[in-house]
């Protein structure tokens, strides 16, 4: 196993200390242990992802999903609705981690960090602020679990 190798061990190790140090990993990770935060997008998502439905039929049946017009306005809604909640979790952690800073780096297409990824759960609603994409990926996900 490369772990057994003391070099590699240490790469390793250098570089999940340096990713650790990388904003957007520290907001991810904060806010997959902030309760409040959890909370608060589960709802939302449950409460939305039935206008998803549709869509996720289409999906899981191999077919072409169909665009909707109120889902660019629940992204918008919930860009809107979350702001304030996101800049408050951010501002828990300890270093508090800047808000704006994270979202353009979400926006920039920068957040790839030489270590161990992160899960998609972890990433998903805070790349749904800056990326619609990323947005419909969430919804589209819980959506069938209903």
Avoid: N
Avoid at 60 to 81: C, I, M, S
Avoid at 97 to 119: F, K
């Amino acid at each position: 196993c490369a772990l057994d190798s003391p070099p590699i061990f240490s790469r390793l190790m250098q570089l999940e200390a340096e990713a650790a140090a990388h904003p957007l990993r520290r907001a991810a990770l904060g806010l997959q242990a902030d309760d409040e935060w959890q909370e608060e997008v589960r709802a939302y998502m449950l409460e939305h992802a039935p206008k998803f439905a549709e869509g996720a039929k289409e999906l899981a049946e191999g077919g072409v999903v169909q665009k909707q017009l109120t889902w660019t306005v629940l992204h918008q809604d919930y860009q809107t609705q979350f702001e304030d909640l996101l800049e408050e979790a951010l501002d828990r952690l300890s270093p508090s981690v800047d808000a704006q800073s994270v979202l353009e780096t979400l926006a920039d297409g920068t957040q790839d960090v030489v270590a161990t990824p992160l899960p998609a759960e972890a990433m998903l609603p805070l790349r749904a602020f800056a990326d619609y994409a990323a947005f419909e990926e969430m919804m589209l996900t819980i959506a069938p679990t209903l």
